[in-house]
């Protein structure tokens, strides 16, 4: 079994920072693609940033020069470090990635449980 744990959420002032981390634990082969979307209430969820397995990193234009994702295969963790935050990037934060497990030669995306991120003075 696979899982995916975050942390680092929490409530912040407009202008503030925070780091995300989404570590992955259980039976890993190797690490492909990784991510982190977020839902608003009343919103579909949506993509942040992803960076593939090598380094490339693409991100949405409403957090472009603001968020900066990273990654270490090493600790089997994906980060999300966000600065100049926004009332509007209130929304609950998921990463995702796309393993390949010791006991399955298939690639299979999982999905953490969600940490949430508010953004209020």
């Known amino acids: 079994q696979v899982q995916l744990v975050e942390s680092g959420g929490g409530l912040v002032q407009p202008g503030g920072s925070l780091r995300l981390s989404c570590a992955a634990s259980?039976?890993?082969?190797?690490?492909?693609?990784m991510g982190w979307y977020r839902q608003a209430p009343g919103k579909q969820r949506e993509l942040v940033a992803g960076?593939?397995?090598?380094?490339?990193?693409n991100y949405a234009d409403s957090v472009k020069g603001r968020f900066t994702i990273s990654r270490d295969n090493a600790k089997n963790t994906v980060r999300l470090q966000m600065n100049s935050l926004k009332p509007d990037d209130t929304a609950v934060y998921y990463c995702?990635?796309?393993?390949?497990?010791?006991?399955?030669?298939?690639?299979?995306?999982?999905w953490g449980q969600g940490t949430q991120v508010t953004v209020s003075s």
């Open positions: 259980g039976s890993i082969f190797s690490f492909y693609t």
């Open positions: 995702n990635m796309n393993i390949r497990s010791d006991y399955n030669p298939r690639i299979n995306n999982y």
């Open positions: 960076i593939g397995s090598g380094g490339s990193t």
